[in-house]
């Protein structure tokens, strides 16, 4: 009887604890990409263009989606991924962070980031991409976690379903970087309603489709 209790034990928060490692992993990914400036590593840093350096942000919203990648590329190569975000930063700023499904860098995770979102209505809301946040387990490290090399960018996610219902159908992005690489997810979700974490009130001149 105490061998049954133990392995029931063990087997429960091993799942737990995949479920909350990959959110973690999410959440500390858009928690430095909106809050951190790209730092120079000793490995070979991505090429980068940045925009002008910008205040520091704070995410106020977080939205985890449960679904698969049907595409994913990075930079031209073709990946499955472990799970999808939305991460709302207090000054407006969005991105769309996706854990990469890498069997050789648990810490790769990619976002595609931009500003002036709109929703077109209720079941629709498109970002303007203007940069690619790359994270691997060779950035360099703050407070433990890696910083994002950022890529200056063009492109457009968009994402739909009813927001009000916490319901996402899928998310599109399709980004081009101004070395040419080319970015690509096609997210579809699997009906589960989406889990949304309000960190702080947004301001009201922000759109937040999740309102």
């Known amino acids: 009887m105490v061998m049954k209790r133990n392995l029931s034990a063990s ?11 990959l959110r973690r992993q ?20 991505i090429p980068v263009n940045n925009p002008p350096a910008q205040q520091r ?14 595409t994913l590329k990075v930079a031209g190569r073709t990946f499955a991924c472990k799970t999808v975000a939305y991460a709302h930063g207090d000054q407006g700023r969005v ?10 860098d648990e810490s790769h995770v990619v976002s595609f980031s931009g500003e002036n979102g709109k929703r077109a209505d209720d079941n629709s809301y498109e970002l303007p991409v203007d940069r690619m ?4 387990k060779d950035r360099p490290k703050v407070d433990g976690l890696p910083v994002p090399a950022e890529q200056a960018s063009t492109g457009t996610c968009r994402q ?21 690489r080319k970015y690509e997810l096609l997210f579809v979700s699997d009906g589960t309603p989406v889990s949304v974490r309000r960190i702080r009130q947004s301001s009201p001149s922000i759109q937040d489709p999740f309102k």
């Open 95 to 104: 991105n769309f962070t996706v854990a990469v499904d890498d069997p050789t």
């Open 26 to 45: 999410v959440l500390a990914a858009s928690l430095v990409a909106l809050a951190s400036p790209c730092f120079a590593g000793s490995s070979a840093p």
């Open 160 to 180: 739909t379903g009813n927001f009000a219902a916490k319901k996402v159908n899928d998310v599109t992005c399709s980004a081009t970087d101004s070395e040419g």
């Open 133 to 136: 946040l790359l994270n691997s």
């Open 11 to 21: 087997l429960a928060p091993s799942h737990m604890s995949l479920t909350m490692r």
């Open 57 to 70: 942000a704070f995410i106020d919203l977080l939205a985890l989606m449960s679904g698969h990648c049907k």
